[in-house]
């Protein structure tokens, strides 16, 4: 007796450590996959340096472009710029430079690049005011992890005479985990007036004769250069491989400033890597919605000698296009994620459909367009809340639309574009688009980039595909795949959403994967069901791009405002005409 109580006290200790074991490792697996691992991670590893790599990216040009103001702004405030080289990378800072010389870089009147191998940087202000002071206005000094808009910059520089002694400076602290740059960094603009005081007073000696002078020199208003000097721990782990939003975001969040006012003033964007670099001149000077003109404000300035009045939006074709291709859009979305995701959505690009409804597993009380459910928000039931959401925007909205878009609450749509595509196609055709993978003998469309139905698709979608079981039944199933195989099965047309130069339009993952060659190789999914191949650099990407994936609630608000409130001063993206399109 004695002995069998032994035995059984043995296999119940071994099975309550067997319990406590594999409750450890489901905890562990847990944790893994949570966002607390990540910033576990953060604390405990070294930060990741920038890794810098030479591409070239290439550049675009757009005939229909109204470049006149930005062209005279070019002739009238001249800005030369200097990247001054700390020499301490093993050569990192010489390829950067080389980036920023491709994008922002090109559009000083003269960029200069100097190594502090060859001289000192306040050396190098006294060598570039000697070899240039005829045609210098202005003089900007920056560090090597800023993307400075140089329209932006002349237009609040042709407010001040480049005579007059005077200089802008933004303070920007280092954070080891903005991952760009080794120290705290001070950018400068000096007027020609400025340098000519500095040379005069023999403050151009050394860094601490100019800090002294600078002290006592007058000092412009410097907000738009967005000086950065916070305390590290009020900054959360979240974004932090895109740092260069965080000086908007902190304004937003602790000073009550709009992330529009902050973006949309905007000079110089501090803590941006190299390939944020190419993605930023893309997103600024190719990028555009269809048949929307952008505004320009007024300039009018005692030392600029042209008035330039300000210009109003012109959305005449886009409002067109509205009524024509109507675009319901579908957000399948999260109750966690109701009041940033959704939220956000419903400020940003969902004001461009004809109609957006969210789509959860529960209603909320302060956002009426969000549809509940009652399924479950398992990923692995995605099939069956996707179903759901087609058959509720079929039962209540079928009449109202023409084109019934579904897409992620972390994805980014420009709708103008997308009713630019569809408007060569009739919503009686059963069709849809998206970004065409391709497994086995099924073509389908990535659920993150998005994807369209015609009116006719949804109704044999909903009529056929889920009303006669043609489609799988349950909840269970990877949503872009079964969508897939329901319209092969429905014999819905898989549609070729590249442009005219077979680039794309539809992204599975953020722009920077495709402009940045050599990018997507590293992703193997991507690799493996994509059907057609990106071409490398900017030709990967149409100028009337659609969609977007993987993009935050702040940075969604960045692209809102660069898209449709404020372009580069002085220039007005154009577009080809309606009748243009139809021909091609």
Known sequence: MTLIRLHVAELMRTLVLSFVVWMVVLELLIFVRSSNFYEFREVVFKPYKESISCYDVGTRAHPWDDTHVARQLYG?????????????????????????????????????????????????????????????????????????????????LAHYSPSQALYFS??????????VGKAATTDHIFSHGALEHLLAEHCLQDDSSLGACLARMDRGPSDELLPFNVPAEV??????????????????????????????????????????????????????????????????????????????????????????????????????????????????????????????????????????????????????????????????????????????????????????MLSRYSPSTPIHFGCKFRLGNVSYMSGGAGYVLSRKALQLFVSRGIGKSLCKAGGAGTEDYQMGSCMNTL??????????????????????????????ESINWLKRFQTYSFQKGINCCSTYSITMHKVSSYEMHFLETILYRARPYGIIMGHPTFREVLLK
């Not at 303070?171 to 985990?177: D, G, M, P, T, V």
């Not at 759901?388 to 039962?395: E, G, I, L």
């Not at 539809?506 to 940045?516: A, T």
Request: hydrophobic share 35%.
């Open 76 to 156: 009238q405030v001249r800005v030369d710029c200097l990247l001054y080289l700390e020499d301490m990378d093993n050569g990192f800072d010489a390829l950067k430079a080389e980036h920023i010389r491709k994008t922002w870089g090109c559009r000083c009147n003269q960029l200069f690049i100097i190594n502090s191998t060859e001289m000192s940087r306040t050396a190098a202000y006294l060598w570039i005011y000697r070899k240039s002071h005829q045609q210098l206005d202005w003089l900007l000094s920056v560090s090597m992890g800023a993307y400075v808009i140089v329209e932006n910059l002349r237009h609040m």
């Open 170 to 179: 933004a303070q920007h602290s280092f954070y080891a985990y903005a991952h």
């Open 235 to 420: 900054l959360p782990f979240q974004l932090r491989t895109k740092f260069w939003l965080w000086p908007c975001i902190y304004r937003a969040v602790y000073e009550n400033q709009s992330l529009e006012s902050c973006f949309g003033r905007g000079i110089l964007y501090p803590y941006v890597n190299a390939n944020q670099l190419h993605v930023l001149d893309f997103l600024l000077y190719h990028l555009r919605p269809y048949g929307y003109e952008n505004p320009m404000p007024e300039l009018r300035s005692a030392h600029y000698p042209t008035h330039i009045p300000p210009k109003a939006f012109n959305d005449t074709v886009a409002r067109r296009l509205r009524q024509s291709v109507r675009v319901l859009c579908l957000v399948l979305t999260w109750p966690t994620n109701h009041m940033s995701g959704a939220k956000t959505i419903s400020e940003t690009w969902g004001r461009h459909c004809n109609r957006v409804v969210f789509y959860s597993s529960s209603p909320h009380a302060g956002t009426p367009s969000i549809v509940g459910l009652n399924i479950s928000d398992s990923y692995d039931l995605l099939w069956g809340k996707t179903k759901a959401a087609f058959s509720h925007a079929y039962r209540h909205y079928r009449h109202e639309a023409d084109w019934f878009f579904k897409a992620d609450d972390d994805t980014y749509a420009i709708i103008e574009n997308m009713r630019y």
């Open 491 to 520: 014999n819905v047309t898989d549609g070729d959403s590249r442009d005219l130069y077979d680039r794309h339009r539809f992204f599975p993952i953020g722009l920077e994967y495709f402009l940045i060659p050599g990018r997507a």
